[in-house]
């Protein structure tokens, strides 16, 4: 006898109000998105050129880029318990008005350890941005349809990578690093109120998902058992260095490696980081829905984690031509571009009542290695700068060479430890075959 469970059942039903209902629930929560991976990568159009200004060390920028990732990773725990407490609607608002307030600090900062605050501020701001949104996903669409839309909502979030390049270039020039960012939270405020009044987190006519109520202790016992879930800390490895890696390209060192190695200004050097920013935003739509199509979390993961290795390794191997860099940067872009089935593989390891500490747990393992591969770029590129063999500064290609062998190898690291995750997805779609067979 086959039970149905009703929930699911429910949400795989299609009343008339949901196609209107759910276009508007996307949109705004994916426009939220935007913000946040604006802010994520706004600082490497113009970090060469803010490095001069304030007279930064290569590891010094890298902190004060990266620390953006490691406010994020802190806030990864806050934010689960929040929204399994209080809703992720709430945790959304809450976050994007943090968010807005690091802008606001951003333009008004003149020295680097105030840059270094705003720069946390946004991270913390942002910690919500794509949790909550997937929280809500997760209680809107069934298990199998996850993973498509988590592919939307970063496909389209990558508009805000693609501003932060050539349009973030083009506006500071034209009206100034302050007014930019002045417009950015303008902007936040905006969304913040249309989430506040459109987003629900459950859907109407189906259950309803009670808030617990748990003390503090409780909910940190959530945690706990979120953390020892069979396969968390695999999942928490791989991301890691999967998306870190790409992250530290196009967020920080990407514009200084062609402004330093090829001489590039930041109007070319935006351009670049565009086609890398626009070909991620093609291959996360291309990755959305693979998990469904080989029956497999783990297969298309570790194919993209292979050829984004194998493409850091020739990096790193020889210096790129420069007729050759746009063709690495798009091939890069795509194949780092898997996160949806990441994230989707964690959402399927948890229950629904540890959803939100469950991603989250996971998601510090991205924004910890973000801040760590942004950081450690640092010191690896200055030190390859201050220690020629003869006393004189080495090339500056040898350095960034010496960063993509760092990336490589520690993707190639978690890699090894995510082969023995566990994978829902193909222990039921083994199931299926066995039932009709």
């Excluded at 113009?46 to 007279?55: I, K, M, V």
């Excluded at 189906?206 to 020892?228: C, N, Q």
Aim: aromatic content about 10%; charged content about 10%; proline content about 5%.
């Amino acid at each position: 006898m086959t039970t149905i469970d009703p929930i699911s059942a429910a949400k795989e039903q299609a009343p008339a109000w949901a196609p209107v209902r759910i276009a508007v629930l996307v949109m705004i929560l994916c426009a939220v998105y935007v913000v946040s991976m604006f802010l994520r990568g706004s600082v490497t159009v113009f970090a060469p050129d803010l490095a001069r200004q304030l007279n930064i060390p290569p590891e010094r920028l890298g902190f004060l880029s990266s620390v953006y990732f490691l406010s994020f990773a802190f806030a990864q725990i806050p934010v689960g318990i929040a929204i399994d407490r209080f809703g992720a609607r709430l945790t959304i608002v809450g976050s994007t008005l943090v968010a807005c307030l690091g802008c606001l600090w951003f333009a008004v900062a003149t020295h680097a350890a105030e840059f270094g605050v705003a720069r946390a501020l946004m991270g913390i701001g942002c910690a919500a941005l794509l949790m909550g949104p997937v929280t809500i996903y997760g209680l809107w669409f069934s298990t199998e349809k996850l993973s498509f839309v988590t592919g939307i909502q970063l496909g389209v979030g990558t508009i805000g990578s693609l501003s932060a390049t050539a349009p973030l270039a083009f506006l500071v020039h034209t009206i100034g690093l302050q007014a930019s960012f002045i417009a950015v939270a303008s902007i936040g405020g905006a969304i913040a109120l249309l989430v506040l009044l459109f987003v629900h987190n459950n859907p109407p006519d189906r259950p309803v998902r009670a808030a617990p109520r748990e003390t503090f202790e409780a909910s940190l016992r959530g945690v706990v058992e979120a953390a020892r879930t069979p396969s968390a800390w695999r999942l928490l490895v791989i991301q890691f260095a999967a998306y870190p890696s790409f992250a530290a390209i196009l967020t920080l060192w990407g514009g200084p490696w062609l402004a330093d190695v090829y001489g590039m200004a930041i109007d070319q050097r935006g351009s670049l980081l565009f086609l890398l920013a626009g070909a991620q935003a093609i291959g996360l739509f291309l990755w959305g829905p693979t998990d469904r199509l080989i029956g497999s979390f783990k297969r298309p993961v570790m194919l993209g984690t292979t050829l984004s290795v194998g493409l850091l390794t020739i990096a790193a191997a020889i210096p790129l031509p420069r007729e050759a860099i746009g063709i690495w940067l798009v091939a890069f872009g795509l194949t780092t571009a898997f996160l949806p089935v990441m994230v989707a593989h964690g959402r399927a390891l948890f229950p629904d009542r540890l959803i939100g500490r469950g991603i989250t747990f996971i998601n510090v393992g991205t924004f910890a290695g973000a801040f760590f591969l942004q950081y450690a770029a640092g010191h690896v590129i200055g030190w390859f700068q201050e220690r020629g063999a003869d006393g004189r500064m080495i090339s500056p290609a040898l350095a960034y060479q010496a960063m993509f062998a760092m990336f490589a190898v520690i993707l190639a690291i978690a890699l090894v430890a995510y082969a023995g995750a566990r994978d829902p997805r193909a222990e039921a779609s083994g199931t299926a075959r066995r039932g009709r067979a």
